[in-house]
């Protein structure tokens, strides 16, 4: 293995090293965001299972779902902004781990290439510090008049 070669493998190490990282950066922000989808889906519950009931009702009762009412619905819109950061992120995140995937295939491929091209210079230093040999195997002779 010459220095070009060796060099390339180092690459690769590097390269797929960063492509493990960006992947388990995708991965905690997508649970980031399932985790705030998750928490607005609880929120909605909530909200919409805090029916106001029929009949007489107290006054301190309506004052309190009316209170509790007003205090999820406050919450449901602080958490559209963490959403929508959080969404954000997560594409970020799949671009970059694409974006290292890409690398560490393209880093994978010089060394390929270079590896081939390493084997190919030595069988070519090889074969050039072969001693010539004259062939002895079938040969044609010709002969005046014809092949005999």
Do not use: C, F
Request: aromatic fraction near 0%; avoid cysteine; hydrophobic fraction near 40%.
């Amino acid at each position: 293995m010459n220095a070009r070669t060796a060099r390339r493998k180092r690459i690769i190490r590097v390269r797929t090293v960063e492509h493990q990282q960006a992947e388990a950066n995708l991965a905690r922000a997508n649970g980031e965001l399932a985790n705030l989808v998750e928490l607005a889906k609880r929120l909605e519950t909530l909200r919409v299972d805090l029916a106001m009931a029929k009949g007489a009702v107290a006054g301190r009762a309506l004052n309190t779902i009316g209170e509790l009412a007003m205090r999820l619905d406050i919450a449901q819109e602080s958490l559209a902004a963490p959403l929508a950061g959080a969404s954000q992120r997560r594409d970020e995140m799949g671009v970059r781990a694409q974006s290292a995937m890409v690398k560490e295939e393209s880093a994978v491929r010089l060394y390929e290439r270079s590896r081939k091209s390493a084997e190919a210079e030595q069988e070519r230093r090889s074969d050039a510090n072969r001693p010539h040999r004259a062939r002895t195997g079938m040969r044609l002779r010709l002969i005046e008049g014809g092949a005999a």
